[in-house]
């Protein structure tokens, strides 16, 4: 159930609905790549895509009625990371918009469960971070050294990538 997920409480809609909903109107998203307070490291989360694999990913979804953007990021970050993890919302730098579309397109992000529109940032967080919700492990590694294209579900290797030469290039790392 989303509302497991996500910490949307009866701010969410029933599943049902939100099916009527997906197949017809694009969801509004946020994503976030979470970079390691005072450290040179940034994480993503693994979990499980639509296909039945798993794949890393950055940390977001779904923004709820009156809800900012900003208030989004945090949300899904205590979802994803736990309550001991904040976001240093001074520090969120705007990476651009994605969309992710139900049907294939070559060059184009991918998820057949909806055609979504992701407003995606780059940001520090603080505390000590534990997979929970959708997430089913957390993974660091150093700005430098991102993994793989491969290793990402929802093809958001590309996303992860432009995210990180957007905090390069604003953070001199």
């Avoid at 407003?119 to 050294?145: D, K, N, V």
């Avoid at 491969?150 to 953070?171: D, I, N, P």
Wanted: contains cysteine; proline residues 6%.
């Amino acid at each position: 159930m989303v509302q497991e997920h996500t910490n949307a409480g009866d701010r969410w809609i029933p599943e049902e609905d939100y099916q009527f909903v997906c197949a017809r109107v694009p969801i509004l998203c946020v994503d976030l790549l979470p970079v390691i307070a005072g450290t040179s490291r940034f994480g993503l989360i693994k979990r499980d895509t639509y296909d039945g694999d798993r794949g890393l990913n950055l940390v977001g979804g779904r923004v709820l009625l009156d809800e900012s953007l900003v208030e989004a990021v945090d949300r899904h970050v205590d979802a994803t990371l736990g309550s001991a993890v904040s976001v240093d919302t001074a520090s969120l730098a705007w990476v651009g918009v994605y969309q992710y579309y139900r049907q294939p397109r070559p060059g184009e992000l991918h998820d057949p469960r909806k055609n979504a529109v992701s407003i995606t940032y780059a940001g520090i967080i603080e505390g000590e971070p534990r997979a929970a919700g959708e997430a089913l492990s957390f993974h660091t590694f150093e700005l430098s050294s991102p993994p793989a294209p491969s290793t990402f579900g929802f093809g958001q290797g590309k996303v992860a990538y432009e995210a990180l030469t957007r905090w390069r290039q604003l953070h001199g790392a």
